[in-house]
């Protein structure tokens, strides 16, 4: 396992490639844009070059995320236009910066309903995807099920990449909180969980884990993460997703809230801690 976490490119991706290494991380998340906006954005090739080639040499695996605000389901026709057109241009920069995949939340049908969302969410994806060419994968990450998000199960997402024009493009981000919010994994029913991922052919197309607690109760539906042991799921159950075979390799980023991202180095370094436990 590749033990990383979330770090700004607010000073540059090589110099958040270089963050992310001092804090001892083997893994590391950046968005590709403004998490909160679609303004498009030039890449700095020769700082995507510096950066992609330091990750190389240091033995370091990125993870690119989308910006918060697209919608993969949605029946307005400008907002599904902008979305194509911005998670397009981030798996670009996520190929210029040598991403191995760019996560992607769900739709989410805003009152039209799960049918139409999970067949708008696969029109929009083939959309996306029918001129994409480059190594990275547009990564579908399971929700907590806020309002009317989509994608809260193993089976839905695995039916969604399965209908869409070009499933070897798609992959899978599982987000521990999420899952747990959703109420499909507790420390209960994480044996039931794994089955399901093998049985389903999810763990196949696993790309990334965001690994974090939950501010908010089991079922609740709430997206709250917290810092790991310190939250509802708590330091056993997640451990076992450390100690899992069927995980080895991946990357496994921390997204939980800090001040300063300094923090993360004592939080990476409790990871492979409770790995040896």
């Avoid at 001092?22 to 950066?51: H, M, W, Y």
């Avoid at 069927?246 to 939080?267: C, N, Q, S, W």
Wanted: aromatic share 8%; proline share 3%; with cysteine.
């Amino acid at each position: 396992m590749k033990f990383g976490c979330h770090i700004s490119v607010a000073k540059g991706f090589h110099k958040a490639a270089k963050r992310a290494h001092e804090l001892g991380a083997q893994s590391f998340q950046v968005f590709t844009k403004n998490p909160r906006g679609l303004r498009p954005k030039k890449i700095n090739e020769p700082d995507a070059e510096a950066g992609r080639t330091y990750c190389i040499e240091n033995g370091i695996t990125l993870v690119a995320h989308t910006p918060y605000i697209t919608n993969l389901s949605t029946p307005k026709s400008d907002l599904h236009e902008v979305t194509i057109r911005s998670i397009k241009e981030d798996l670009t920069i996520a190929d210029a910066y040598g991403a191995i995949g760019a996560v992607v939340h769900c739709g989410k049908h805003v009152g039209e309903g799960e049918e139409y969302g999970v067949k708008r969410m696969i029109e929009t994806l083939n959309l996306i995807l029918e001129d994409h060419k480059g190594n990275v994968k547009l990564l579908l990450e399971n929700t907590a099920g806020q309002g009317t998000e989509l994608g809260l199960t193993i089976q839905q997402l695995v039916e969604i990449r399965e209908a869409c024009d070009y499933p070897e493009k798609l992959g899978f981000c599982f987000d521990t909180c999420h899952a747990f919010a959703a109420g499909i994994w507790s420390l209960d029913t994480f044996d039931e969980l794994l089955q399901q991922m093998e049985s389903t052919g999810y763990l196949k197309d696993l790309v990334a884990i965001h690994f974090n607690d939950s501010k908010a109760p089991y079922q609740s539906r709430k997206d709250r993460h917290e810092k790991v042991g310190k939250g509802e799921i708590g330091i056993d159950a997640l451990s076992l997703f450390l100690k899992e075979t069927a995980f080895e390799g991946l990357p496994i980023i921390l997204e939980t809230p800090v001040d300063d991202e300094k923090e993360y180095a004592a939080e990476i370094q409790m990871l492979h801690d409770l790995r040896k436990q």
